[in-house]
Structures are given as C-alpha cells and as structure tokens.
C-alpha cells in the first residue's frame, strides 16, 4: 500500500458551505474608509449613509421608499404591527421557512396558519392559501425561499379578491425578481435581512422594508422609533428597531457589487446543474428548478436526495470536509412551540418531504469551478456505492 500524502492539498483541502472571508477581503480597505468615516462623523443612527442606503434599496427594488430596522425579524414584526395584526387575526404563512416569517405573528397574538409548498419550487402553494382563507384572515406572507421569488401573481390575485395584505419575506431574495418585477415590489411591505449570510449580508444585524405607499412608510418609520414623535410624545407603542449608519455604510460598499454577486450565484447554480447532469446525477437527485420568467439569485443551492439517503451523503460529504446545511430540517408546523395550535405530522406533505430530502450545497459567489467539480465527483462515489451495495 502507498502512503497517502500528509500534507492537504487543492485536492482535499475543506469546502466550506459559505466562505465570508473570501468576499470580504477584496472589499476590506473599502469597507474600513467606510467605517472610519462613520466613525468621525459622530452620526451612528440615522446618519446620510442610512438615508442612502435605503434610497438605493428602494431603488433596485423599484420602490417609492424603503424604511430601514434592525433585522428582518424586526422588518416582518413591524409590517404586521402596521397593519394592527392581533388576537383573532390569521395571517397564512409557509411552514417550510425560517422562524422569523412565522413568530412575528405569534409574538403579536395573531394565529399564524401554515399551508405547504409547491415540491418544485419549495415555495408557498397558492392553491394551498386559497384553501385556508377564512373571515379571520388578514394577510399572507409568501417567503421567496432560497433566492426565488414566490408565484407573486396568483397570490396578489388571491390578496385583491379576500381583501388581504400581503407581506413579502423577501429575506433570501435581494435582486431577484419575476416577469421583471423585483423581489420587493409585489406586496404592500417587503421583509429583507442583512444577516451576514445573506446575499447582501452587513457585518452584524440589519434590516429594511421596501414599501409603495407614502403614508404606510411613514407608519413603519413611526413603529421602529418607539412610536415617537415628536420627541417624547407617543401616539402609539412601537419597538426601538434602527439600522445603524455603520452598518449602512458597509452595505452601500456592498451593494453595488450586488448584481456581481448574483450573476457569480447564477454562474455557479449552471455549473452544478451540467456538472450533475454530465454524471448522470440527476437521475438520482433531485436538482433545483427555476421558474420560467424567474431572475433566481440562489441565496441557497438545494438538492433532494430521495429514498432516505440525504444524512448519509450529508455525512460523506463532511467527512470530506465539504460543507453542507438542511434548510429546513423541522417544519414550522412540527415545532414544538406552535403544538397549541394542534397540526400534526402528515399535515403538510410536500412540506415534510422537502424537510427530510433537502441538502443545500455551497454556492456562495467566490466559489470556484474546481471546488464544484469535486464537490460533484464525491456526491458521484456516494451514489454509485450506494448503487453497488443495492446490486
Ligand atoms: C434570515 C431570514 C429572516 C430573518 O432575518 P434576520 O435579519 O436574521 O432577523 C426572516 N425570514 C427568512 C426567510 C430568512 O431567511
């Protein structure tokens, strides 16, 4: 037997699922100016870089405003609380989410109604919101998972005949959009997070709302400073949510390689799908799909890996070191503290299948054509050992 080398090399060195470090270091001496200025300034909350970032957000969204907060909890929280969404309430939410869409409207007294997805585009199913409107309903908050944007079009149809709101949670989807409209621009309020791991991430927590009308921003901006104004003077209890100006200052460096960023994204999810499909992989699993008119900006690439199998890749993959995450592994619907509101396992189908098949695979800009190439390959050995073993 040959020894194998010791030393790692490009052949075995980690992947991992998101590398921060390799987008920030070209950007690093920008995002320092930036930082220093905010610095001298003495500005740090509702600073110009604020003013600015929210003007381009609103921009790129196509928006009349965008009204800045503290994260994208915060921003569902606040559009809810707009609307005075409460005891009695129903608000239709996907189960197959992040918890933020789901436990603002708990936090708030209003019953959140989980409905399932479509299987292809693990977005919310607007049959499936159609069937759950009830007189209590007050609004829908289609999430754009993963990057794309939600069946916009049948769900604002929905929205308009029953009366309701809807609010984007557009927090994977920043420069995405559908029939080119951008993500942002279809609901009354639209949700984004500046999370670092988002495809425009701050260093720390941020958040923004795009939104149409002029007197509902101006709610939103009231609600996220404390219901004050003027000073001291409060005509309704809102929180304490600010984006502050060095975050904005970080973002607004960042920003303007957004559409980079997404076409690196874009690059890298074609790679894949020829790279499985040249291995023949996509016979055994399941490759991400776009919808047709859908400008996907691939917050996250996700495969299904069918028949029970996806823990056990997942396993082989990080015993490779090659990073990998499931999102998401529970169901909102399953988790253990929305049980008063009595669903139960089965409920939601498509919604429990997506959460025990999916892997999401790295795909963040910086990845390189060699990292997919091998990253490919090992999925392939699983796949034909598993083969062997079943033969
Ligand atoms: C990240 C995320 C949020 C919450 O954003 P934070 O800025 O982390 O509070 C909400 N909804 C979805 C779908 C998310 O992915």
């Not at 075995?12 to 905010?38: K, S, T, Y």
């Not at 980079?260 to 894949?272: G, I, K, P, T």
């Amino acid at each position: 037997m040959g020894s194998a080398p010791e030393s790692p090399t490009s052949t075995d060195a980690p992947i991992p699922l998101l590398d921060i470090h390799r987008g920030n270091r070209p950007i690093r001496d920008e995002m320092l100016n930036a930082i220093a200025a905010v610095l001298d300034s003495g500005a740090f909350l509702h600073g110009p870089d604020v003013k600015q970032l929210e003007a381009r957000v609103a921009e790129l969204c196509g928006t009349e405003h965008a009204v800045s907060c503290a994260s994208g909890s915060d921003a569902v929280l606040l559009a809810l609380m707009a609307y005075d969404i409460g005891p009695g309430d129903e608000v239709i939410v996907p189960s197959f989410t992040f918890f933020a869409t789901a436990s603002a409207v708990w936090r708030l007294g209003a019953k959140p109604v989980f409905v399932d997805i479509e299987p292809h585009s693990f977005n919310i199913d607007p049959s499936a919101i159609e069937a759950a409107i009830t007189p209590a309903t007050k609004a829908i908050i289609p999430v754009h998972l993963f990057g794309q944007v939600a069946a916009m079009e049948k769900i604002n149809e929905l929205a308009e005949q029953h009366g309701l709101h809807v609010i984007e949670d557009a927090a994977q989807a920043i420069g995405a959009s559908r029939a080119d409209r951008a993500a942002g621009a279809w609901g009354d309020v639209a949700c984004f997070s500046f999370y670092p791991t988002k495809n425009l991430g701050a260093c720390g927590d941020a958040g923004i709302m795009t939104v149409q009308n002029a007197e509902l921003a101006d709610r939103l901006r009231l609600l996220a400073g404390h219901g004050m104004r003027p000073r001291y003077v409060h005509k309704v209890v809102g929180i304490n949510s600010r984006l502050d100006s060095m975050q904005a200052a970080i973002l607004n460096v960042k920003l303007e390689r957004l559409h980079a960023y997404s076409e690196a994204r874009r690059r890298n999810a074609n790679l894949y799908d020829e790279l499985f499909k040249a291995a023949g992989l996509d016979q055994q699993l399941t490759l991400p799909t776009v919808d047709s008119d859908c400008y996907h900006v691939w917050n996250q690439y996700t495969i299904r890996v069918p028949g029970g199998e996806r823990d056990a890749l997942r396993a082989h993959l990080g015993e490779a070191q090659i990073g990998t995450e499931i999102y998401y592994p529970i169901p909102l619907h399953l988790q253990e503290c929305f049980a008063p509101l009595g669903y139960q396992t089965g409920c939601l189908p498509h919604t429990e299948q997506a959460a025990n098949e999916v892997l999401a695979l790295p795909i963040f800009p910086e990845l390189t054509a060699d990292e997919q190439r091998r990253l490919v390959n090992r999925i392939g050995q699983f796949v034909h050992r598993q083969q062997a073993n079943a033969a």
